[in-house]
């Protein structure tokens, strides 16, 4: 049957509201956001400082705006976080009444625990995933956001938005639960626990789009400017930790910035000339590596992600 519009009608502005591409995210990241808080007795946001977790915190203000964020943020401190990191960290959250709780897996520092003393699968299974599951059971939380992304990582890839974890906090990629459009299952037994993730659906490009439009304040290490770094070949490594250097090398002061924020010995950065958020995003098109090709960690073993992702890496 062909439907004959009047003028009248024609002129009549559309009921539905047109949504942009990055408003249509941020629509669906705040339903998520909501969804966890109406749900679950204690969920806690992991708060790693870098570009996502920017994000992901702006999205939780506007999600329960004028009212404060309705749950914590939670930093795994390995105690190799860029200084600047934890500058930042500690100002943004003052600066928006948020409660911050910081957890270091204090017996494996003590201890000596680093990258190169032990390697950086051990490294990280200490210092990141056993600290992070500590806390989780230490406080009860029974929901964890984390700012990961499906474009990052083949492994992050098959994440669910709401990823279900064992009593011992672990992950198992082939039993996971479906999920139809929207419709997510919250239900967990004492002891079980969910990690969500609001920005699965983001790529990088979209995140830095936002960041943009929304002036959200980021760490200057993102910016590209001249910085002490180790040169070994193509690799920048910068210069935060003394047991980084190799015997003879000497930093060298190389124009760049990081495309990923992790732990300084196992963070690359790369050779950049872009100093404002629209150079990043214009400097964004030319690429062809992912975010995280510096990133140490993700290369130390075949499938390495999936793995600390199965013993409980977030």
Known sequence: MTVI??????????????????????????????EVASEFAKPVMLYSIGKDSSVMLRLAQKAFYP??????????????????MLEFRDEMARSIGAELLVWRNEPAI?????????????????????????????YGFDAAFGGARRDEE???????????????????????????????NARVHPGESIRVFPLSNWTEMDVWQYIHEE??????????KERPMYVRGKELLPVEQTFVAR??????????????????????????????????????????????ANRAIDHDQEGSMELKKREGYF
């Open 154 to 184: 083949k492994s992050r890839a098959k994440e669910r938005i709401y990823s279900f974890r064992d009593s011992a906090g672990q992950w198992d990629p082939k039993n996971q639960r479906p999920e139809l459009w929207n419709l997510y």
């Open 67 to 84: 009212a404060p964020i309705p749950f914590p943020l939670l930093h795994i401190d390995t105690g190799f976080k860029f200084a600047e």
């Open 215 to 224: 002036n959200i304040p980021v760490v200057d290490l993102y910016f590209a």
């Open 247 to 292: 015997p003879g090398e000497r930093p060298q002061m190389v124009k760049s910035r990081l495309r990923s924020l992790g732990c300084s010995p196992c963070t690359g950065a790369i050779r950049s000339e872009a100093e404002s958020i629209p150079a990043i995003i214009a400097e964004l098109l030319s690429f062809r590596s992912s975010e995280r």
């Open 110 to 138: 003590a201890a000596g625990t680093n990258p190169i003393v032990l390697d950086t699968k051990r490294c990280c299974g200490l210092l990141k995933t056993q600290a992070l599951l500590d806390a989780l059971t230490y």
């Open 5 to 34: 519009e009047s003028d009248q009608q024609r002129a009549m502005p559309s009921s539905v509201p047109h949504l942009s591409h990055l408003q249509l995210l941020e629509a669906e990241s705040i339903h998520i956001l909501r």
